[in-house]
Structures are given as structure tokens and as C-alpha cells.
């Protein structure tokens, strides 16, 4: 079955600074690759993802490729904000999206 | 356009016991899918249900079962209840079966003392 592991938590990080939360899947086919935030006491919101190799997910100033030869889907932020600090989760499906396999969740703290 | 919908929100129950948990899907939206995320984790799928049928389930046993309605909504039933069951319980729905978006209701917190 498919698998994701994500960079290991929790992250602290000033405010304004760079985020990269690092994911990598296994998979067969063609999966789509997903990320996902979680803020205190809410669902998941879909952040943003990508169907093909080579795709670029971007949304609210983050950003994530979709790079078949390292199996890779990391999440970069420039500049982060307090409002940020949520958690993160990487996502994979290659069926439909309901069967989604997700990774463990990051937690990121940033302070002003 | 309404979000998918939970209930209830929380939820205390003892080892034994069995459960209800409700999800409304997201107008339009025909297919659902139900997560369990235990503390620190992240979500497991246990099951679809797409068009009142299952389709598909994840690695939980037979006394998680559940239910789709013609209005699209859904059921999640736990019997005998144990205290590995405590976790946040998620719903997500989707437009239609191959669609490759959900969307995440709130969650049930379920505590089983």
C-alpha cells in the first residue's frame, strides 16, 4: 500500500522566517499529492496539492513540487506569520480521494 | 454552499458501549469517506461509502461499520467500544467517486473511560 513520511516535529521558527516541512511517498501509479492544515480543535483544510510529476502546488504563500524521481512533496514557505502555526499533513492517494494515506503530521510554531 | 457537518462534537462514552457518529455531507457531493485520527497522528481511512454503498475499508475491524443515506449523508457506528477507540473522528466528502479533492468536516472527539 501507499506510504508518506514527513519530517519530524514539532518546529519552532521566528516570525518571517523560511519553512520547509520535508515529505516523501511510496506509491504506485500515479498518485496525487496532497497537503493539508490542521488548526487547534478544527478538520483538515486541503492547502494545496498536485496530480503530475513536475506540478507546482501553491496557495497563501505556500508552495510544493511534485517530484517523481526523489518521491518527494515538500512544503516552502518564504516568509511565515504567527497565523500560521498549525499542523501540517503530507497526503497521498492514487485511487480517489477519499482513500487517502497520510503522514504523521508536523507541528509548527512560529513566534513574533 | 454548506460545509460538511458533525455531530456531535464531542462525545464521552464508556468500554462497552456502542456509538453513533452523524456527518452532512457538502451539497452535491455523493461520496463519503471516514477517518479516525488518534492523538498525535494522522488520519486512517476505515471506510467509503459512495452512492449508499461501501466502497472500500481500511485495516478496522467489523464492529466499525457504517451507513450512507439517500440524502448522501452518513452514519459511523462503533460497537464495544474500547479505549484505543478514543480519537477524533473525521469526515470528508467528495463530489463524486474518482474526484481526487475532499472536504473535512470539524471531527467528533470520542472519549471511551
Redesign the interface.
Known sequence: GNS?TQMEGPVTLSEEAFLTINCTYTATGYP?LFW?VQYP??????LL?A?KADDKGSNKGFEATYRKETTSFHLEKGSVQVSDSAVY?C?V?N???????????TTLTVKP | ETGVTQSPTHLIKTRGQQVTLRCSSQSGHNTVSWYQQALGQGPQFIFQYYREEENGRGNFPPRFSGLQFPNYSSELNVNALELDDSALYLCASSFDLFEREQYFGPGTRLTVT
Not at chain 1, 480543535?41 to 486541503?46: I, P, T, V, Y
Open positions: 508518506v496525487s493539508y480543535g478544527e478538520g483538515l483544510q486541503l496539492k496530480t499533513f497526503a492517494n485511487t480517489n480521494a477519499g482513500k487517502s494515506t497520510f503522514g504523521d503530521g
